[in-house]
């Protein structure tokens, strides 16, 4: 079992900066993958950025050269930085982790970017 706890969330206006943040607790040394999807309203979610256990990383189109996903395993965090954002990037963000083939999912943070 893993449990994912978001923050980092909020308010910004459009060209501003955000960090997430997602703790793991439980089996934390079974994880191997580990990822960003957000969900916009009205829409499905979708993948946003992703990273494994030997820090390879990966990103959707849509957020290349703007987010940064990062993994501090000492902290058993992952973080997402959200730079030059845009209001299309509002959404609530969710971190998943993969092990064994399950999916476990954190509750999400919102993030609203204002125009």
């Known amino acids: 079992q893993v449990q994912l706890v978001e923050s980092g969330g909020g308010l910004v206006q459009a060209g501003g900066s955000l960090r997430l943040s997602c703790v793991a607790s439980?089996?934390?040394?079974?994880?191997?993958?580990m990822g960003w999807y957000r969900q916009a309203p009205g829409k499905q979610r979708e993948w946003v950025a992703g990273?494994?256990?030997?820090?390879?990383?990966n990103y959707a189109d849509s957020v290349k050269g703007r987010f940064t996903i990062s993994r501090d395993n000492a902290k058993n965090t992952v973080y997402l930085q959200m730079n030059s954002l845009k209001p299309e990037d509002t959404a609530m963000y969710y971190c998943?982790?993969?092990?064994?083939?399950?999916?476990?999912w954190g509750k999400g943070t919102l993030v609203t970017v204002s125009s």
């Open positions: 439980g089996s934390i040394f079974s994880i191997n993958t």
């Open positions: 998943k982790a993969v092990v064994f083939g399950t999916d476990y």
């Open positions: 990273t494994n256990r030997g820090g390879s990383t």
